[in-house]
């Protein structure tokens, strides 16, 4: 199975910060990587797809980059609303493995 | 608009059997793989089962095989999931996902449920 890990597992950045969170792959998946934001109370909601297109109605501060092992989510200017648990998951094939979490909070 | 209502959960103990159920609207379900994930309290998400659009192909995590059915009634926009043997470890609430394509495999889950709490005690 495909293990997928994530770091760091939380972090804490002031407004306006640029946020970086890695995810790195037990073996190659190519390019079969998503991101998903976790608001308290909240379904999880797409962010990232194909490991670097992001969904519609996404903000253009959301990016993602990297391939075959590593990825990487980034946050250009963290708003207040960026609070959340952040998810990478593999979609290469099953188990459908996804990261332990990234929790992002406000200094 | 995709919604995605579960239901089913509820309190069980250890060794019981319970299904959940969710009901799609907003899409041609038909035409959609579909899974189940989980988040136990305090942790993380975690990849339950998945289904291919016809229902012709299945897939479960290792912590699940074995115990859970996953299945789907294309005529009533209803996907499934029978729990049998439940254990403490599998208290969570569980999510309804629906895929992008027909295939589980290199497809992203798009949309998702709100969940239904399954609770596993003695």
């Known amino acids: 199975d495909i293990q997928m890990t994530q770091s760091p597992s939380s972090l804490s950045a002031s407004i306006g910060d640029r946020v970086t969170i890695a995810c790195r792959a037990s073996q190659d998946i190519s390019i079969y990587l998503a991101w998903y934001q976790l608001k308290p109370g909240k379904v999880p909601e797409l962010l990232i797809s194909a490991a670097s297109t992001s969904q519609s109605g996404v903000p253009s501060r959301f990016s993602g980059s990297g391939s075959g092992t590593d990825f990487t989510l980034t946050i250009s200017s963290l708003q207040p609303e960026d609070v959340a648990t952040y998810y990478c998951q593999n979609y290469k094939g099953a188990p459908l493995t996804f990261g332990g979490g990234t929790k992002v909070e406000i200094k | 608009e995709v919604q995605l209502l579960e239901s089913g959960g509820g309190l069980i103990q250890p060794g019981g059997s319970l299904r959940l159920s969710c009901i799609a609207s907003?899409?041609?379900?038909?035409?959609?793989?579909m899974s189940w994930v989980r988040q136990a309290p305090g942790k993380g998400l975690e990849w339950v089962s998945a289904?291919?659009?016809?229902?012709?192909?299945?897939y479960y995590s290792d912590s699940v095989k074995g115990r859970f059915t996953i299945s789907r009634d294309n005529s009533k926009n209803t996907l499934y999931l029978q729990m049998t043997g439940l254990r403490a470890g599998d208290t969570a609430v569980y999510h309804c996902?629906?895929?992008?394509?027909?295939?589980?495999?290199?497809?992203?889950?798009?949309?998702w449920g709100q969940g239904t709490l399954v609770a596993v005690s003695s």
């Open positions: 996902a629906k895929f992008s394509r027909t295939v589980v495999v290199i497809s992203p889950i798009t949309h």
């Open positions: 907003g899409f041609t379900f038909n035409n959609y793989a």
């Open positions: 289904i291919s659009a016809r229902g012709d192909f299945t």
